[in-house]
């Protein structure tokens, strides 16, 4: 297979930088229709997506789409929606597309349908739900449950957090907590202001091995037991996995366990059974739509010409600067509270998917791959960060991410907010000249002026409901694919977390006295001096 430096449509683009790199945005815009032609609009999407402040031109936009052509993302993509094993360092399929199928359309795995067990699972969700949020379903000492704490990590946590976040407006069930760190303050100080009789932990681990969730996991249960007995665990403990042998071995019955199979990645899991805080959250058939969202944004990347696709476009403007301008990161600004924690979902999202350097002939790349993803809600940066942003000698190419509607209206807030995100665009996209700063001393002018040409992506949301967060959320994973499918690598395996896990496995021991320290001089002396100055 012809290298991706090597093909002509890489290096068309390198010609095309070359000479589109030093234009500015001022001039681009002289053009009257570059906004209309450089914006998507899908109102069954309910989105309106302007990356007319970008350094492209009409050849870049053109050659970028041949770039994905070349690399047939969407022939992939229907390898991903039709089971084939995509994730080949794991020889799996890639199905949290399958999870949110609302078709119902059989989906084939070795022969056999996966969607009847999908189905069976989102029945027993749905019972459970309905009767923990009516108070059917009780504790040990026969209370309604009114905290739900989701014990998991990686993407067993950040998926659900970051929903039941987005969706706090509608949240009308028992209220959630999320423990993920194995730092003992964590379930400390969650646990410290709840009830036991009142509490019912979700134990999501896919794999139901992974040693933070599973200490989190025992100090909740011993919690629990210490005051009702090993018998109130069936009433305080359910269990979200792929692994019914261990969760049996921890205690919990498998009628409480909610079962999802290795076809679904942990990072690409808040469509199936992990997402059973959201659910307790906001109801189940809240959860639904938040499956018909991503569901429909499917259908959207999967048929939808490379023209007019969004994930395909907004991937093909991270890979023009990541690769053609040697931009390292990219940063996510939400306009919206309920979407504060949407950039360290789409961090672990983006930077465990593509952060790789093997491609898929088990070379390492000759060429960047997976950006540094960062932000935080837009106008909090504004008061902090956004200098750099601005004035600094870094560029940052941004995501804005607003809504039209704000689920609910207060004074004019929200006007406020948004005449933010469209000042911030305008200011990071034009600046200010040298000749357009007024009302200042002579020596401060240098010190007022912006080169403006930063680049932004303008995301207009119509309202924030569960079913424009799947949207929302499902672009961001196609975003991902497609960016993972032209750099040639599997998105979804994760090797480089596992040797931190093997070293901190040898070092426990360590911790305790038991063992020497084998390591280098400087780990020795790390361990030595915690273990002289350390309380037993
Ligand atoms: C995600 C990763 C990783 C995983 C956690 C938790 O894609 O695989 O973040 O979700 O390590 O794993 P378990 O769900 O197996 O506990």
């Not at 359309?105 to 969700?125: C, E, H, L, R, S």
């Not at 249960?221 to 005051?227: F, G, H, P």
């Not at 301008?325 to 990219?330: D, L, Q």
């Not at 207060?410 to 000249?433: I, W």
């Amino acid at each position: 297979m012809t290298k991706l430096t090597d093909k002509i449509e890489w290096q068309n683009l390198l010609n095309n930088v070359s000479q589109v790199k030093n234009s500015s945005l001022r001039e681009l815009f002289k053009d009257s229709q570059r906004a209309e032609k450089f914006t998507v609009k899908n109102d069954n999407l309910k989105l309106y997506i302007d990356y007319s402040k970008n350094i492209i031109t009409d050849e870049s936009m053109k050659l970028l789409i041949d770039l994905a052509k070349s690399c047939d993302v969407n022939s992939y993509a229907k390898k991903m929606f039709t089971g084939e094993k995509i994730n080949w360092t794991e020889n799996r399929p890639v199905l949290h597309t399958a999870i949110r199928n609302r078709s119902n359309a059989p989906v084939y795995v070795d022969g056999v349908d996966v969607m009847p067990q999908i189905n069976a699972v989102f029945a027993k969700m749905k019972d459970f739900t309905e009767k923990l949020r009516s108070g059917e379903r009780v504790g040990a000492t026969g209370l309604k449950i009114a905290d739900v704490v989701n014990i998991g990590i990686g993407g067993s946590d950040l998926g659900p957090k970051m929903v039941c976040e987005a969706l706090q407006f509608y949240a009308d069930g028992p209220k959630l907590h999320f423990v993920s760190n194995v730092d003992g303050a964590d379930i400390d100080e969650t646990i410290k202001q709840l009830d036991p009789a009142t509490t019912l932990f979700i134990v999501a681990s896919k794999t139901f091995t992974t040693q933070e969730t599973l200490t989190n996991a025992n100090t909740a249960k011993n919690w629990i037991v210490d005051k009702f007995g090993t018998e109130s665990v069936a009433k305080h403990f359910i269990a979200l996995s792929t692994n019914k042998t261990a969760v049996e071995e921890f205690g919990i019955d498998s009628n409480n366990m909610f079962e999802f199979w290795d076809f679904v990645g942990g990072r690409y899991s808040l469509w199936s059974a992990i997402g059973m805080p959201i659910a307790c959250l906001v109801g189940f058939d809240k959860f639904e739509e938040l499956l018909a969202g991503a569901h429909e944004m499917d259908k959207h990347f999967l048929n939808e010409p490379y023209e007019t696709n969004i994930p395909v476009k907004l991937a093909l403007l991270d890979i023009w600067y990541n690769n053609f301008f040697g931009y390292e990161t990219h940063a996510v600004f939400p306009y919206s509270y309920y979407l504060s924690k949407l950039p360290s979902y789409l961090q672990q999202a983006d930077m465990e998917s593509n952060g790789k350097s093997t491609n898929r002939d088990g070379e390492k790349v000759d060429y960047q791959t997976g950006s540094i993803i960062w932000g935080e809600p837009g106008t909090n940066g504004q008061h902090s960060f956004y200098q750099l942003v601005h004035q600094g000698t870094k560029i940052i190419p941004a995501d804005f991410i607003g809504l039209v509607n704000p689920p609910k209206k207060v004074g004019d807030h929200h006007e406020k907010l948004m005449a933010n995100f469209f000042a911030q665009t305008e200011a990071l996209a034009f600046g200010l000249t040298h000749d357009e700063v007024i009302d200042t001393e002579e020596g401060l002018i240098s010190y007022k002026t912006f080169d403006g040409n930063r680049p932004t992506n303008s995301i207009l949301i119509d309202e924030l409901t569960p079913y424009t967060l799947g949207v929302l959320i499902a672009m961001y994973e196609h975003k991902i694919f497609t960016e993972g499918v032209i750099w040639g690598l599997d998105s979804f395996d994760q090797w480089g977390v596992q040797l931190g896990k093997v070293l901190a496995g040898r070092i426990l021991p360590e911790l305790s006295g038991d063992k020497n320290s084998m390591h280098d001089s400087s780990t020795n002396a790390l361990i030595r001096e915690y273990n002289s100055k350390h309380k037993k």
